[in-house]
């Protein structure tokens, strides 16, 4: 995006970019599994003639799966690390990688674990990663291919030319976030095929995605118990590298932060607590929506999928759960109504500037279609400020777990809310500024969002980490898009103080200051 912006608003010559483009896409392809490396460290097992010189039950099953795909014996590594993940990287079959959390193999069963491997060594027969790496530098070719016919003019004449580029540059966005998706599933249907259980795939990508809660709270009870021990740097420490998987985003078998966190354990599968958490996913358009823009599918897309698939092993247990998901009529046009009138209201603002920055360009342009363009964008910023941070009193919650399945909340319209629990970690990364609430039904991303990047930065590396352990109380907004999350507008802990979050403040202030000076402007226009 930023060498597009380059290309647009400068005269420098399209070549230039473009050079950048494929220089970064090789440095990216021939550096990046070392950078993986070193972002999340594992213990590689050593590997012998045939197999792993290891007692690792998964590491039996790495090397069975790796023949059975006919693919050379990968490189496993194990991450000590209480994330439930896994994930595959590396430049060809021959030098492929395969790390594995040590919280999945100790909340998996050996089923579970074994259609995950299956899965990643999926990945590698299809040569996935060298694959999305080629096909990342697709978008911005095809950008700089149409942009190269205006010819270095910088004047406005080559004005649609440039839009079409742009306009290409998008749609190759989303069909590549679209092939993700789609090697997502073919690996799905690959471990389906060579395990014949594709019912234990099923319930692995749940308690991955879904299931969360027992990890976060015995980390939470470590934490605690080094602070309340003065083991001070000892409990950061954990809490920093317990954090190391969830910072390998788009790589895992699901995406990080995609659901809400729920207690899978029990003898029947799937519980109605999980079918009711799938109801968002299933039923409202913004999910579906937001699928589009993810590296992978939705739970309930990719269950179906294996449904769908004609696989011998395909899924019996978890057969017919995206139906059961599903809401009644009356809810689904409730939710379709909602969407079509918050889509204009979340993107139309912003798409306003933008159209008010481009008509603004030139000697032939119109001062008051630029100032009625920019009154307009003030408008649905007000508007979505008022949706997204509604002043009126919080709705006390008495459990997380009610919020899940409400089709009234989205990335648009938020639900204020008061939730007590306690903060049993933090998000993904070392100066991570989101925490994590558990109130022992569910547990949700609260999340801080300063309205300068650096106050988001300086509260992580500040303040977040004395909340970790403490019973607090967070008043906020319930959003969900597709994954769940409360905007934090104050949280508060015996210990920990209290902090109070602004960004809903600067949010309206910026969307009143862009609307006034809008309908100003357009005043005296006309």
Known sequence: MGCWLLTFFTPVPFLVPLAVVAVLAVVQFLVGPWLVEWLVPAHELARGEDGYLSDEPVAAMVARQCRLAGVPLVRLGIVEDGDPNAFTFGHTRRDARVWISRGLLDRLDDREVEAVV??????????????????????????????????????GGNDPVRILGFVVYLISELALLGLSRAREIGADHASCAATGDGDALCSALVKIVYGMGERDRALAERVADLRENDHHREARRLARKEGRTRAAGALGIASAGSAPSLDTAGPQLPPERLVRALRFEVTSPWARWQ?????????????????????PGAPRVWRGVRNAAQAGVEERLRARAQFLG????????????????????????????????????????????????????????????????????????????????????????????????????????VHYDGPLPVAGFLFGATRAAAFVGEDVEVTGWYLRGPEPYVELRAVSGTAAGSVRCWSYVFRYLLSAAVLLTGALALAYTL
């Open 118 to 155: 299956a899965h990643e060594i999926g990945h590698i027969r299809n040569r996935d990663f060298a694959v999305m790496t080629a096909a990342s530098v697709v978008p911005a070719l095809l950008y700089y291919v149409t942009a190269g016919a205006r010819g270095g003019d910088q004047s």
């Open 291 to 311: 699928e589009l823009l993810s590296t992978h599918p939705l739970v309930a897309t990719r269950i179906a999928a294996l449904e769908g698939s004609g696989l």
């Open 342 to 445: 918050e889509l204009p209201v979340h993107y139309g603002g912003w798409l306003c500037l933008g159209a008010a920055l481009f008509t603004s360009k030139g000697d032939q342009a119109n001062p008051t279609l630029v100032a009625g363009l920019v009154a307009a964008a003030g408008v649905l910023l007000v508007i979505r400020a008022t949706l997204r941070a509604p002043l009126g009193a919080p709705e006390p919650v008495a459990r997380v777990a009610d919020l899940l399945d409400r089709l009234d909340a989205g990335p648009v319209t938020a639900i204020p809310v008061r939730l007590r629990g306690t903060i049993v970690g933090r998000g993904g990364f070392l100066a991570s500024p989101d925490l994590i609430l558990d109130d022992g039904s569910a547990m949700v991303t």
